[in-house]
Nanobody
Framework: QVQVVESGGGLVQAGGSLRLSCAAS????????MGWFRQAPGKEREGVAG???????SYAESVKGRFTISQDNDKSHLYLQMNSLKPEDTAMYYC????????????????????WGQGTQVTVSS
């Protein structure tokens, strides 16, 4: 079992920055693939960024160049540094983890992750 708990959300003006954190505990082998997702009201949950145990990273086109995903060496914490925030980034942000052997190609597939946090709200005002 893996537990993930997000924090760091809040209200920020457009152009501002936030850093989200995800505290992960439980089996380290079940955290080989980790990702950030978001869901805006009335929209489907979408992948934002993903990282695997080797440090390979993938970003959604909408956040490339603005968001940075990182994790501690022991995979106890996952981070999402969000810069140049836009009103369209407003959403509930979720941390997800999974222990599958191969993350590439499924970083942004919600069905590929076994463990989810409760989410942290990010609101960007114009």
């Amino acid at each position: 079992q893996v537990q993930v708990v997000e924090s760091g959300g809040g209200l920020v003006q457009a152009g501002g920055s936030l850093r989200l954190s995800c505290a992960a505990s439980g089996s380290i082998y079940s955290r080989d693939c980790m990702g950030w997702f978001r869901q805006a009201p009335g929209k489907e949950r979408e992948g934002v960024a993903g990282i695997d145990r080797g440090g390979s990273i993938s970003y959604a086109e909408s956040v490339k160049g603005r968001f940075t995903i990182s994790q501690d060496n022991d995979k106890s914490h996952l981070y999402l540094q969000m810069n140049s925030l836009k009103p369209e980034d407003t959403a509930m942000y979720y941390c997800a983890a999974d222990g599958r052997n191969w993350c590439a190609g499924s970083y942004f597939a919600t069905t590929a992750y076994s463990y989810w946090g409760q989410g942290t709200q990010v609101t960007v005002s114009s």
